[in-house]
Every structure is written in C-alpha cells, then in structure tokens.
C-alpha cells in the first residue's frame, strides 16, 4: 500500500510538471460524414478551428491535457481512499496475536499468521536431516563447523555464516519439487530475517563437464517447473575449471537478494 501510494504520488508530480506548459482551452473533435476528424480549440465561449497539417502539436498537447486531467482526478480520488485505509489497517495485528501468547502457549498453537522475524527464528530453531550421500566428498570444514564439498561452497557458506545475525542457512537441506516427482539437495537454503522468505542458492561447480552441465540444467528447469526462478527465489553461481568462482559475483549476490555487504 505505501508503495502504491507512493508510485501514484510521483505520478502526481509528473502530471502537474508536464501541465505548466499545455496550452490555453480544451480539444473539440468532429467527426465528418465521411469519417475525417475536425479538430477546435474551445476557449470558454468561442471555439476556434485547427487544421492538422499545420498545427497538430496543438492538437496533440490539448488531447494531452484533458487526458492527464482525467487521470489526475482519478488519481487523486485513489489515493484518498489509499490514505485513509493506511490509516485503518494494521495487518500486523494479524501477526501480533501469536507475538502476544505466553511461550508456553506458542508451543501449543498452530499459527495462521506470524511475523516475519517470529517465522525466521521458528525456522531455525527447526532440525532437518543431514544429507548423506557422498560421504566421501565432504572434505572442507566451514567457519560454522560443518563440512562441505569444495572450495567454493566453502567461501559462499562463511560468507553467508558472516551475516548470522541476520541471516540464516541450511546446507543441503531437502526439497521435494513436487511437479517433477524429484527431490533436490540445495547447496544452501537460506531465510532472511527481514523477508522471512526462502532463497536457495546452486553452485555449479564443473560445468565444463558435459555430463554434470546436462544434469545441473535439468535441476534448474525442475525447479522453474515448480515455480522457482533464477533471479527471484533461486540464485545459481557457476565455475569451471578455468573459471573459478569470483568472490565479488558472492558480494554481489547477497547484496541483491539480502541487501547486505559482506566484510
């Protein structure tokens, strides 16, 4: 809502600005027998003719008038009714009635609605399985005690351990993609304690090699099957052998999806 408010307001301010220089009067069009458009500048009582060969910025600029007056009016009666339901509606409220319960009570309760920060601390206080396939591969010991399987993984998750105060990870913790009948491993599943919506993070780390590059697309195109896309819930970093992953493209991504600056 306030952005909406806030969009319509800009708008606002760009119709007044463009309206400073638009000509005296409103527009007037006849249609002819014939289906040819005559156009008339109308100023209080007199209305004069206006040929479009030789003035159609006139003709253009008083259309252009009565349109952004039009829209201005409607604007303005919108955000009137914004304004006053800002005023009225607190959907926190919502939110606040678990907030509120004793923590004995929470324990007992299934929420329909939480904060965005009471879902992020239930969610890390929740356990899930280690993922043991491959046991072998698990050689790099992160700053959180855990261990991963390459170099690159290892950056990303110290990177990520580094915000902990606002930000939270799981490694390859399972999700089921239900409309591909798959169930994937997430190199990293990561909330963020101010939205207090799921991200997953892929590394492709050979994708030189042909064989891992066709399975790793597959994975991609199952989780955009599912309603996953890269760019919006799901973020995807590759290397290859010659190409190895760049810390900066790290700093980068936290920056876009969390808007943090990792040290």
Do not use: C
Request: proline residues 3%; charged residues 30%; hydrophobic residues 35%.
């Amino acid at each position: 809502m306030e952005q909406n408010i806030k969009e319509l307001q800009n708008v606002l301010q760009k119709i007044k600005k463009e309206s400073e220089d638009f000509p005296d009067g409103t527009l007037r069009i006849s249609t002819l027998r014939n289906g040819r458009a005559r156009y008339y500048q109308r100023k209080k009582e007199n209305e004069t003719y206006i040929s479009k060969k030789k003035d159609k910025k006139l003709i253009r600029q008083l259309a252009q008038k009565q349109y952004l007056h039009q829209l201005q009016t409607i604007i303005q009666r919108e955000l009137s009714v914004l304004e006053k339901m800002q005023q009225d509606y607190f959907p926190e409220n919502k939110e606040r009635v678990f907030e509120n319960l004793s923590e004995e009570r929470k324990q007992l309760v299934q929420p329909y609605f939480r904060s965005t920060e009471e879902k992020y601390e239930a969610w890390k206080r929740e356990n899930y399985p280690v993922y043991d396939a491959y046991p072998e591969s698990l050689q790099y010991v992160t700053d959180r005690g855990e261990v991963v399987r390459s170099k690159s993984e290892l950056i990303i998750a110290n990177m990520l351990y580094q915000q902990k105060d606002v930000i939270y990870y799981r490694y390859e913790d399972a999700l089921e993609l239900k409309r591909s009948h798959l169930t994937v491993h997430p190199d990293f599943t990561i909330m963020s304690k101010k939205k207090g919506h799921l991200i997953y993070w892929e590394h492709a780390g050979r994708m030189d090699n042909m064989q891992y590059a066709d399975k790793f697309v597959r994975k991609v195109n199952a989780y955009i099957k599912e309603g996953i896309f890269p760019g919006i819930q799901l973020i995807i970093t590759y290397e290859t052998v010659d190409v190895p992953l760049d810390v900066m493209v790290v700093r980068k991504m936290l920056k876009q999806y969390f808007d943090i600056v990792p040290m």
